[in-house]
């Protein structure tokens, strides 16, 4: 059934504060702190997310109607332009540049007719993204399709436990390994994301062209700052992909930055 029985135990749950971020930076997450000692019984955890073929399976045998497949309701939204009240979904597109923080616009575009099916908009489709997890899907259709599945979903310290891989304060769920000396990444006691700071030389936004070009993703961390961006960091996340495929793009990154040094 593709899930695995995660022993309970206990955790320090949140995020630490990152370095040199403001107010509109990643402080801005402050329900992830502080940190916090919790304790989770042993559950069972799917070993991936669930997939565009799963959601299809699910929608074929129920007829379920997604969130962002719905027109909003104008009562819901009273004021807001007849022409905005249609069904759609945030689309992130990352800016190749600096921009104010203040206005998520800058990095999320809602796009009408974006769904599940349509991960970018009317002209796209999930061809060749049947394995990829699903994407556009709100807390109400996940829980509807864990209830047909005959399960249920985790609470936020369960997910995080399991995130974990069973390590306290190590950046990757499977310890510390191939970036090469001069970069320097945060410690995290809990939460999703790691900072990376690369040799002031590394243009981020420019390693990320190469990075794509081998298939590995990530956030630069200039957009993250309100003034004076430094071009030089990056945020990763450490989660929702088996640690294997973790280790493997964290390798391929390794050694674009290694070759830069």
């Not at 499977?174 to 790691?194: L, S």
């Not at 936004?205 to 070009?213: F, G, H, S, V």
């Amino acid at each position: 059934d593709g899930m695995v029985w995660i022993p309970g135990g206990e955790f320090s749950m949140g995020a630490a504060e990152p370095p040199a971020m403001d107010e509109v930076g990643m402080k801005a997450t402050t329900d992830s702190r502080p940190i916090h000692r919790v304790t989770v019984d042993g559950f069972w955890m799917d070993r991936t997310p669930v997939t565009n073929r799963e959601f299809r399976r699910f929608v074929e045998a129920t007829g379920h109607i997604t969130f962002a497949e719905i027109p909003p309701d104008p009562k819901d939204y009273p004021g807001a332009l007849p022409h905005m009240l249609k069904a759609g979904s945030l689309v992130f597109t990352p800016p190749r540049h600096a921009v104010d923080l203040k206005d998520w616009s800058q990095w999320w575009n809602f796009r009408f007719g974006a769904d599940w099916r349509r991960p970018y908009g009317p002209r796209s489709s999930i061809s060749g993204l049947h394995d990829h997890p699903v994407v556009h899907i709100a807390y109400r259709d996940a829980e509807a399709y864990a209830r047909w599945a005959g399960k249920e979903l985790p609470t936020e310290a369960e997910w995080e436990f399991a995130a974990r891989g069973g390590l306290e304060g190590a950046a990757f769920a499977w310890g510390d390994e191939h970036f090469p000396a001069g970069v320097e990444w945060t410690r995290p006691e809990g939460g999703m994301f790691i900072w990376v700071t690369l040799p002031k030389h590394i243009d981020a936004m420019a390693l990320l062209d190469q990075a794509l070009a081998a298939k590995v993703a990530f956030v630069p961390g200039a957009p993250f700052y309100a003034n004076d961006p430094e071009t030089n960091t990056l945020r990763l996340s450490f989660v929702t992909v088996p640690p294997e495929r973790i280790r493997e793009g964290i390798a391929i990154l390794g050694k674009l930055i290694a070759a830069q040094m």
